[in-house]
T-cell receptor, first 112, second 115 residues
């Protein structure tokens, strides 16, 4: 089993739709969780961290389910500009080095 | 403040050639990382460094070497290029505040093709 798994998509949704991505992780000792956004042929950029109680940033909501070992990202009112690959990342090295393990990414295509 | 810069942007190598991918950050970050990303895949950690003079292997270190003589620079060396090393290489850096780590900032990447 991979340490971090994501549905690769693509997710094709119309503008204004709500879309959700899940990411499962295998190491129950994992401590920190993140969502990164990667545009085509660009570097990943941090979208948001995922906190235990869940957190929201505008149209984006991130949640953590430790019991089932997954994190989720919800995007409301999708915009064309949201089209990108969304990578989840997990840190589980005990906090010594900030090493992250990335999923393969989920491709989102928002259609006009 | 340029952030993380990488050179070159693109490179084509022949099998058996060697090269160094350069990475520099101007944010005074102690932690630096090298990742590779193959098509349709996530990022795999090659090597990382927690400060000048300290480096360690990541998930996929074979075929690569690194050094960290200064806080700013973290070059990645390919000694004998192989087609399996065709990939996009990203350098990243981060800092730490107390027990918490700040986000990893990525450079724009180097696209390497080995023929």
């Amino acid at each position: 089993r991979k340490e971090v798994e994501q549905d690769p998509g693509p997710f094709n949704v119309p503008e204004g739709a709500t879309v959700a991505f899940n990411c499962t992780y295998s190491n129950s000792a994992s401590q920190s969780f993140f969502w990164y956004r990667q545009d085509c042929r660009k570097e990943p950029k941090l979208l948001m961290s995922v906190y235990s109680s869940g957190n929201e940033d505008g149209r984006f909501t991130a949640q953590l389910n430790r019991a089932s070992q997954y994190i989720s990202l919800l995007i409301r009112d999708s915009k064309l500009s949201d089209s990108a690959t969304y990578l989840c990342a997990v840190r589980g090295d005990g906090g010594a080095t900030n090493k992250l393990i990335f999923g393969t990414g989920t491709l989102l295509a928002v259609q006009p | 403040n340029a952030g993380v810069t990488q050179t070159p942007k693109f490179r084509i190598l022949k099998i058996g050639q060697s090269m160094t991918l350069q990475c520099t950050q101007d944010m005074n970050h102690n932690y630096m990382y090298w990742y590779r990303q193959d098509p349709g895949m996530g990022l795999k950690l090659i090597y990382y460094s927690v400060g000048a003079g300290i480096t360690d292997k990541g998930e996929v270190p074979n075929g690569y070497n690194v050094s960290r003589s200064t806080t700013e620079d973290f070059p990645l060396r390919l000694e004998l290029a192989a087609p399996s090393q065709t990939s996009v290489y990203f350098c990243a850096s981060s800092s730490r505040q107390g027990r918490d780590y700040n986000e990893q900032f990525f450079g724009p990447g180097t696209r390497l093709t080995v023929l």
